[in-house]
């Protein structure tokens, strides 16, 4: 009797028939069959719109401010995204879904919202048409095959060596962003700094060797890339030198101070004599560590630890530079840089643990008196750092996102070096082929075939439209051209060259970043459509 008022298991009434017991049932907002969908495919447009504007070189950007008050200004799509405060679960899986494009790619997260939404209108327009769901998203499927398919063929492989294409796909991907007016000088650095980090022959990056650093104050084109590591630190006392050479580091997570008795002993100091024997006996231990760091070979000590300023003006006394209060992500860095050993205790350091550089020294910024440490010439190492510039606290982390954005592309290039044209050239010739496709089908599908292929055309029509183009009239331009001159290669002409070819405009995109936008696009269209019962709560509802 007990066991069959649990919600959600099977009861029996008076006469014995079956019933199923489902839990607040009365405070239960629902909606069914093709209201369902609709009602998500509304949420999930509306997503799509919002970023439709920022794709694209003339894209706009987006200003958010957090509930704390904090700006960010960013034309990079997952960032806008995380932003903003969604709360209903259709627009969420939006979110994550430029999310994914992010942690796979790094680009292309705006593009792909934007075909999601595209192929939602579609499926709405099929959906009224009488077709079952079912049947639109395994047409979709189908059809996102077949232009997975065509993007192969339709992609160049470009040989490796070749670093003029690397940084000509660096600069698409930032020709979209805050940058766009640097973004040779930029797109270089990204490249160099990933061929520094490369592993050509396995085809590996370790980003984790690649560390962006901002400092805000001076101008974008002031961004440069060190070979070496950057700190936001300087040297623990004004006196030590700014510049050393040859240096041999002790990376010490201990802290540089005299051995203290631990909480639970007491130190009584009851006279002068004691107090003097105690001030003496620390000074001796801490000449002692001194002289221990100094016989290993070591002529600079990093630390993780602070120490006090009689430490400091003991250490500058021996003349053994320092700084101090070194974080622990840098603190491993520098030791994969120099080729060091991160040392924990004092008794532990033998000359083999000292990290080596060729040169430390103390960068200064302006009038201000903001300083940084820069460590280079390190033998053993291929780690990078990018000191990113900028006006304001926001371009300098807007420049991080899109240099971020870059060097994603440039290590899925020398991953798998094919490119497709962009511009929306290659969804133009991808549209083209579908019709195509679809005037060979005999079943239902024909429909889905046909609104995937609209669907496609939104890329271009988005581009033309934020470059204040004629939006349909360019499009169907276009496409008549790439049909009677055979060149899937032209596109959107955004920047206003007087050339549609993307090939003369150099606008290249990696093949996996376009496939992946496809491929996650058509699989949360189709789990939206699978979706034809939605229960919520009545009040927690909506956007
Ligand atoms: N010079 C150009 N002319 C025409 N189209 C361009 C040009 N440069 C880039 N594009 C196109 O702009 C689109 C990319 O725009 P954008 O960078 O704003 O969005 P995204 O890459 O999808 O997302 P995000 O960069 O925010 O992760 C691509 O379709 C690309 O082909
Ligand atoms: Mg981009």
């Excluded at 980003?207 to 101008?219: A, D, H, P, T, Y």
């Excluded at 221990?292 to 070979?297: C, I, L, P, S, Y």
């Excluded at 496409?479 to 003369?504: F, H, S, V, W, Y």
Aim: proline letters at 4%; aromatic letters at 4%; a negative charge.
């Amino acid at each position: 009797m007990k066991m069959s008022m649990i919600p959600g298991s099977l009861a029996f009434d008076e006469f014995g028939r079956p019933f199923l017991i489902i839990k607040d049932q009365e405070k239960q907002k629902r909606l069914t069959g093709n209201e369902a969908i609709k009602s998500h495919i509304l949420a999930g447009k509306a997503v799509a719109q919002v970023l439709r504007t920022s794709l694209g070189p003339k894209g706009l950007d987006k200003m958010m401010v957090s509930a704390d008050g904090d700006v960010t200004v960013t034309n990079d799509g997952a960032t806008i995204l995380k932003h903003m405060d969604v709360d209903h679960q259709i627009a969420k899986l939006m979110v994550e879904l430029s999310q994914s494009q992010d942690d796979e790619i790094g680009d292309g997260t705006t593009g792909v919202v934007v075909l999601a939404g595209a192929l939602l209108e579609q499926a709405e327009i099929l959906l009224d048409k009488g077709i079952h769901p079912i049947r639109i998203a395994d047409g979709f499927e189908l059809a996102a095959q077949s232009c997975i398919e065509r993007l192969k063929e339709l992609a160049v492989t470009f040989p490796i060596g070749d670093n003029s294409m690397l940084i000509k796909a660096a600069q698409t991907t930032l020709s979209s962003k805050i940058v766009s007016k640097c973004k040779q000088a930029m797109a270089e650095i990204a490249v160099q700094a990933v061929l520094a980090v490369a592993d050509l022959e396995t085809r590996d990056v370790n980003f984790e060797l690649i560390k962006v650093e901002g400092k805000v104050g001076g101008r974008i084109e002031d961004t440069m890339l060190v070979k070496g590591v950057i700190i936001d630190k300087d040297f623990s006392h004004p006196q030590m030198p700014k510049v050393l050479k040859d240096v041999r580091m002790a990376i010490l997570t201990c802290p540089f101070e005299p051995p203290k008795p631990k909480t639970k002993h007491k130190l009584d100091v009851s006279s002068v004599e004691d107090y003097k024997k105690l001030h003496k006996y620390e000074q001796d231990k801490f000449v002692e560590i001194v002289q221990r760091v100094k016989d290993a070979g070591a002529n600079l000590a990093i630390c993780q630890w602070g120490f006090d300023d009689e430490a400091n003006h003991l250490l500058l006394h021996h003349k053994l530079p320092a700084v101090r209060w070194v974080g622990g992500p840098e603190i491993e860095l520098i030791a994969m840089a120099t080729g060091g050993r991160i040392v924990p205790r004092f008794e532990e350091l033998t000359p083999e643990k000292l990290g080596k550089a060729g040169i430390v020294r103390e960068m200064t910024f302006g009038t201000t008196k903001d300083r940084m440490l820069v460590i280079e010439d390190c033998p053993n190492s291929k780690a990078v750092t990018i000191l990113v510039r900028g006006g304001s606290k926001m371009i300098v982390d807007e420049v991080k996102r899109s240099l971020h954005d870059a060097i994603c592309v440039v290590r899925n290039f020398i991953r798998d070096p094919k490119v497709v044209y962009g511009g929306g050239s290659t969804e133009i010739a991808n549209s083209l082929a579908i019709n195509l496709a679809a005037d060979k089908i005999s079943s239902l599908e024909q429909y889905a075939f046909r609104g995937f292929a609209d669907a496609l055309e939104s890329i271009p029509l988005a581009l033309a439209e934020n470059a204040g183009l004629p939006p349909i009239q360019t499009l169907t331009e276009v496409k008549a051209r790439q049909l009677t001159e055979k060149n899937p290669r032209l596109g959107i002409d955004c920047m206003g060259t007087g050339t549609a070819d993307m090939e003369a405009q150099h606008v290249l995109e990696p093949l996996h970043s376009k496939i992946q936008q496809i491929m996650l696009a058509t699989q949360l269209v189709k789990m939206i459509l699978k979706i034809d019962d939605i229960r919520s709560p009545v009040d927690g509802y909506g956007m």
